[in-house]
């Protein structure tokens, strides 16, 4: 089963019809179909590990500020409590907590809508857990990818670029450091040389500025520990605009 990353940009996106949408969309029909989907989103951070347990967890939204017709969304897809439990297994001797209550956030529902409409492919969420270095986060990735064999898919769901602080969306440009580290993340990407992924602050200036606050950026590193040995990566919704980069790239199978 495939592992994804996608750069999910703003909750917008979900309910727009443009061409990141499109792009979800179409990879959702061309992929094999998982028979349940484990995603890491940019939108729960923790201290310590948590899993989304429930059998049917609510749709979250997290957010304040847009139209109406976004916090009229709901996306019903049922949890898997045996897959949590399994997800826990697989992170021991790590303590996760299986979280009964929580939902999904946007991270969650605004890429995976587009990809599965009928909400019909169980999904278990697994959470950031702040107080772990990004070899931890990359590791992790590497123990849960024994689960692609099992029919579930791997879903980072946050952006490589992400750092609406330092731009200046009045004047609609995009600063330059932007689209220069989201070449340099792809290139490393193809390349397979994720150590410098790892520990982007060797990285320079440029990663500084387009990782900021690394919440987005953390994602990535557990489908890039998720990828084979020899698995080349498929690069979709490739655009950067301002201070996100929307590029996505999907390991195990060709769009």
């Not at 990818?145 to 602080?165: F, K, P, Y």
């Not at 950026?217 to 605009?241: C, K």
């Amino acid at each position: 089963m495939p592992a994804l990353f996608l750069g999910h940009g703003s909750p917008m996106n979900a309910i727009e019809d443009n061409a990141w949408r499109q792009g979800w969309a179409r990879a959702g029909a061309g992929l094999p179909r998982p028979r349940a989907i484990l995603i890491i989103s940019a939108h729960w951070e923790t201290r310590g590990l948590g899993v989304t347990a429930g059998e049917r967890p609510e749709t979250i939204h997290d957010f304040f500020g847009f139209p109406q017709a976004l916090f009229d969304v709901r996306y019903p897809a049922p949890g898997d409590p045996a897959l949590a439990r399994q997800v826990a297994d697989l992170l021991t001797p790590d303590p996760v907590t299986q979280d009964v209550q929580r939902g999904f956030d946007h991270g969650v529902w605004s890429v995976l809508m587009p990809m599965y409409p009928q909400a019909d492919v169980p999904i278990v969420q697994l959470s950031l857990d702040r107080t772990r270095s990004n070899r931890w986060h990359y590791e992790a990735g590497r123990r849960l990818a024994v689960l692609r064999d099992q029919g579930v898919m791997i879903v980072g769901s946050g952006d490589i670029v992400h750092n609406l602080r330092d731009v200046d969306f009045r004047s609609g440009q995009t600063p330059a450091w932007s689209p220069r580290f989201n070449e340099t993340a792809k290139a490393l990407i193809q390349a397979g040389d994720h150590e410098p992924l790892i520990a982007p602050e060797g990285l320079g200036d440029d990663a500084a500025m387009a990782i900021n606050s690394a919440e987005h950026y953390l994602p990535l590193l557990y489908v890039l520990g998720a990828a084979r040995e020899g698995e080349m990566p498929v690069f979709f919704n490739d655009d950067v605009f301002a201070g996100i980069s929307m590029t996505s790239v999907v390991y195990g199978a060709a769009l």
